[in-house]
């Protein structure tokens, strides 16, 4: 039985693109954003008859389960999340050092590394800088964890490349938000991908 709330909420997506951080530490309106976004990936292995990854965005991570307006969840989130003072974490077990095809999948040890510094309160404590485009928060360092790693930029080669990825990525966010913004205050709006 779970009798206390938790103090740490993870959002699980599979980036494709290998441009998402491998984690970054959200503030409530990117939580909300994100959690109503609902980015992932259908991949080959947990998909049946999917041969390469689809990026999808199934609303609060759950779209068929949803019965009230999305908004009303991501509210809910937001209000639990102030009160019981809980960190919201966007975990991305997805590719890195370029996208599916060239890069390659997030070795399982390093997220494994990163939940359990989630846990622990090591990340909470950690030094954080900026991803552009995304307006992610994502830790410069983590033992155990390669660097280039941590930031999806060093992790590429090809900067340029990476920069097409990074755009077409936010591109896809800011389409599939269109059908929430009416809907939501313009903080949470403001905390999506910027172009
Ligand atoms: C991110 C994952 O799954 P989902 O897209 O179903 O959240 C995963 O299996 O690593």
Redesign the pocket.
């Known amino acids: 039985m779970v009798d206390n709330q938790p103090s740490n909420i993870i959002m699980?997506?599979?980036d494709a693109f290998g441009v998402l951080p491998p984690v970054s530490k959200l503030t409530p309106e990117q939580a909300s954003y994100h959690f109503l976004a609902g980015y992932?990936?259908?991949?080959p292995g947990?998909e049946d008859g999917v041969l390469e990854p689809i990026p999808t965005f199934s609303t609060c991570?759950s779209a068929p389960f949803i019965v009230l307006h999305p908004g009303r969840y991501a509210e809910m989130l937001a209000e639990r999340m102030a009160k019981h003072k809980v960190d919201c974490w966007l975990?991305?077990?997805?590719w890195t050092g370029g996208k599916f095809g060239s890069g390659k999948r997030c070795p399982l040890k390093f997220?494994r590394r990163i939940v359990d510094a989630v846990h622990s309160g090591e990340l909470a404590k950690a030094e954080y800088e900026a991803f552009d485009v995304f307006g992610l928060q994502i830790p410069t360092s983590l033992e155990g964890v390669p660097r280039e790693l941590l930031n999806p930029k060093l992790a590429w080669a090809d900067k340029e490349a990476f920069g097409r990825e990074v755009r077409k990525l936010a591109g896809m966010f800011q389409k599939a938000f269109a059908l929430y913004e009416q809907d939501v205050e313009e903080k949470v709006r403001l905390a999506g991908p910027t172009l």
């Open positions: 699980l997506t599979c992932t990936s259908k991949t947990t991570y975990i991305n077990t997805g997220t």
